[in-house]
């Protein structure tokens, strides 16, 4: 099956937000077998999406189109595909019954009876985060589905309804596996399995880079899961024989989790102290349920004085070697966890940019600091690329992956 995701919404083409729903639906349906041909995105405008879906139905056997199922005017998707399938709106009398129930003892406004209207015949796919369901039209071997704009309700209405629904088009079943990747690039990674790449049938294997980390994707098809998992261990444990402690998890587990975890188990606690990363750090484990059975304080200690008045930083070592210094990243990591009786202190002191960097000290030059109760404290550098922003971020999975390789 070949699809198009179409994301509808003026708002896209100017550049207001972003169209986070083409990635996700696209990941998601390579992991059902079905390919995405292309994605695109159309204006608020009946005439265009008519026109859109004319194209798109020139190459592709579905389209999952995005957006414009709300209660206002400009909310036009389902009745353009209404037209388009040569379909009357009818009112879907269980949808506005769960509208009515959504607006129990408030005042509901009239239009929001729109979003219970629906091309006739029609599939409809509850939606339990909002007003509007989703909609399936099936005709003439072409395949719509519509779905809400928002994120929070287009994903657990594709996750729990769309791929059930999906799964029934085929008679395979598709298994994926995520293999996360810390500490090398995708270039790197890609160069260590080139002939495991270059020669996939099934399963495949396909890299994916953010800024800061790299993942492998590797799915197979099968008549089950049992059988798609069969084919897909001895490639994983190729990779994991190559890349070793470069993968540090799988599926949507975070670095910070796997950190969090690996303190937990041996009984650690654990203080930070940071400055080029100004709470990322700290944030990355506060982000985390749980985290607060080991994350004892997290500092922000930008300034000199700071480091010396909170940290215990001797002013000599400042002035010797600058705050952007093995030395510094040191005290830095033994002062916060001794002020605190944690078994472990991390820290981070850097120049993130744009400005501030010399000849000796460039930006994106960073030192993690590492203290950890009976095996003393450790050091790294690092040289780190981007934007200020992207140096922080950065930093923080290298401080990450610093503790797990530590522990």
């Known amino acids: 099956m070949i699809a198009e995701v179409l994301g509808i919404g003026t708002e896209l083409l100017l550049g207001d937000i972003a169209n986070t729903n083409a990635q996700f639906l696209s990941r998601e349906l390579a992991g059902l077998g079905i390919t995405v041909y292309r994605q695109s995105a159309v204006g608020d405008n009946a005439k265009r999406l008519h026109a859109a879906l004319d194209y798109a139905f020139t190459k592709a056997d579905m389209v999952i189109a995005c957006g ?28 506005f019954d769960a509208i009515k129930v959504r607006f129990a003892g408030r005042d509901m406004p009239e239009n929001v009876k729109r979003n219970a209207m629906v091309p006739k015949d029609s599939i409809l796919f509850p939606n339990s985060h909002g007003s509007a369901p989703g909609v399936c039209i099936e ?28 799964r029934q088009k085929t008679d395979l079943v598709f298994v994926s596996r995520r293999l996360k990747i810390i500490g090398i690039g995708e270039s790197r990674v890609e160069e260590m399995l080139r002939d495991l790449i270059d020669a996939q049938t099934n399963p495949t294997i396909a890299p994916y ?61 654990l203080a930070i102290a940071e400055s080029c990363t100004g709470g990322l750090l700290t944030s990355a484990f506060v982000d985390m349920p749980g985290s607060s059975d080991i994350l004892m304080e997290g500092v922000v200690t930008y300034s000199n004085e700071a480091k010396m008045a909170r940290l215990g930083v001797a002013e000599g070592l400042l002035k010797d070697y600058g705050a952007v210094s093995p030395q510094v990243a040191a005290a830095m990591a033994e002062g916060v966890a001794k002020s605190l009786g944690t078994s472990v202190g991390i820290s981070t002191t850097g120049i993130a940019g744009p400005g501030g960097g010399t000849a000796s ?12 109760a009976q095996k003393g404290t450790s050091t790294k550098e690092l040289h780190l690329m981007g934007t200020r922003n992207e140096v922080r971020k950065r930093a923080v999975v290298n401080a990450l992956d610093f503790i797990r390789s530590k522990l």
């Open 68 to 95: 414009g199922l709300g209660p206002t005017q400009d909310d036009v998707t389902k009745e353009v595909a209404a037209r388009y399938f040569g379909r009357e709106m009818v009112l879907d009398e269980a949808s």
């Open 139 to 166: 005709q003439e071997a072409k395949l719509m589905i519509l779905l809400p704009g928002p994120p929070h309700e287009l994903e657990p209405m594709f996750m729990e309804h769309v791929v059930p629904f999906l």
């Open 209 to 269: 880079a953010n800024i800061t980390e790299v993942a492998l994707r590797i799915t197979a098809s099968a008549k089950d899961a049992v059988a798609a998992n069969e084919l897909i261990n001895p490639v994983a444990a190729k990779i994991y024989e190559r890349l070793g402690d470069n993968i540090y998890g799988e599926g949507d587990v975070s670095l910070a989790k796997i950190v969090m975890d690996m303190l937990k188990s041996e009984g650690h606690t």
């Open 361 to 372: 000290k460039p930006v994106g030059l960073v030192y993690i600091g590492l203290y950890i």
